[in-house]
């Protein structure tokens, strides 16, 4: 795998230099394991909360046996609910590294310049892709709502996978990539590391059955083409337009049945472990992601 170049990504010194002071292993480690502490426990507290107040379907949804996220509430809530991990950088950042969770987003106005730069771009793409969709892969997609309670409900749901999104990306390509960034010079290692754990949080084998690893490979990649974009950038804003936009439509457009489909118009007429129905999709994502990775690039150009 080729280096990339120093000078293209010289803009992610920028996220990186807060971090130098306090470029320890140790202390990256300890941050994860504050990160997972303060997640567990506030998503215990409010999970606990929630059902105190919520009726019977949602206790019934949020029980072992039941999937995740498939009706509108508990995918709200459990959406809305990533701001934890928000909080556990945060705390974590502050403790270990000395430093503000501003400074490993970026430069605010920069950021949301970034940001909208590439989002309305690949929105663009996204309504071209939508008039032309690639179906015809095993199945015509299911109505999963109606379009007026799903266009009611869209923009809390926007709202809430915007969450969702940059919750990951802070973690993952910010607190993580830039903290490796300030202990290692070599790109392949600040990229892939933190892309690799972004991969193995996407392995669910027991609900993808064969297609967990292609699945994982996916987010893999992903994990890359943002950090790319992150490190070119400067800032957090296209990894998160990027982030957002792939999941407005895997979970607001056309979502899995078998979970986090909740606030999905549509639904996919087989399952995620389907190897033979999935698998062709999963190659128009690959080719999805790629012109989606290039679409960025070519905002942040403009």
Known sequence: MKIPDPIAYSPHEELVLPARPHPELWRLLVGLGIVAAVTITLSSLINGF??????????????????????????????GSFVVVMLGVMVAARIMQKRSTLSIIGPLPKTIRQFWKVFRLLAILGVILFVLPPFGFGGTPVQN????????????????????????????????QQTLAARFSNPLIWIVLPSALFALGHFTPAEAGENAFLIAVWAGVFGVLAADLTARSGTLGPAIALHLFNNFAALLVLAMPDSLNGLSLYLLPFSTSDADQIRPWLIVDFAMLGVSWLTARLALAR
């Open 50 to 79: 929630v059902q105190g107040l919520a009726p019977d379907f949602y206790r019934a949804e949020m029980s072992n046996s039941a999937p995740l996220g498939t009706s509108p509430a508990s995918m709200l809530i459990l959406m």
């Open 145 to 176: 709502m109606t379009f007026t309670s799903w266009l009611a409900l869209l923009p809390l749901s926007i709202v809430v996978v915007l969450i969702q999104s940059s919750s990951e990306e802070i973690l993952f390509r910010g607190y993580i």
